[in-house]
């Protein structure tokens, strides 16, 4: 499974991409043999406005060919890509049950 950690309006730092890369490796591991890549991309929303306006963007991609995207807007980004793996690896887990479920009554 690669792990690709983006931003779009500034340099992220070492830090932010060790905080994704565990936070993937956290709620995606279980499906490593199933998951090709993971991108991560950070976004500053308002600028130095201020408020929840770090966006974090993940796009699991997977062999089988389909993939699942998720958003999610926090006032920390490290909040934000935590939320939004987690929520990624909930998606991802539904996804492969669903398909389970119409391989066996197919």
Do not use: C
Not at 47 to 68: E, F, I, L, S
Not at 70 to 87: F, G, H, M, N, W
Request: positive net charge; proline residues 2%; hydrophobic residues 45%.
């Amino acid at each position: 499974m690669r792990i690709d950690t983006r931003a779009l309006t500034f340099e992220p730092t070492d830090a932010i991409r060790e905080h994704t890369e565990r936070r993937a490796r956290f709620a995606l591991g279980r499906f490593a043999d199933r998951v090709r890549a993971v991108r991560v991309t950070i976004g500053d929303i308002n600028g130095p406005k201020g408020g929840a306006d770090k966006r974090a963007t993940v796009v699991v991609q997977a062999y089988a060919g389909w993939r699942v995207v998720i958003e999610d807007t926090d006032v920390d980004a490290y909040a934000a890509v935590a939320s939004a793996l987690a929520r990624a690896g909930r998606a991802v887990g539904r996804s492969l049950e669903r398909q389970r479920l119409l391989a066996r009554t197919a």
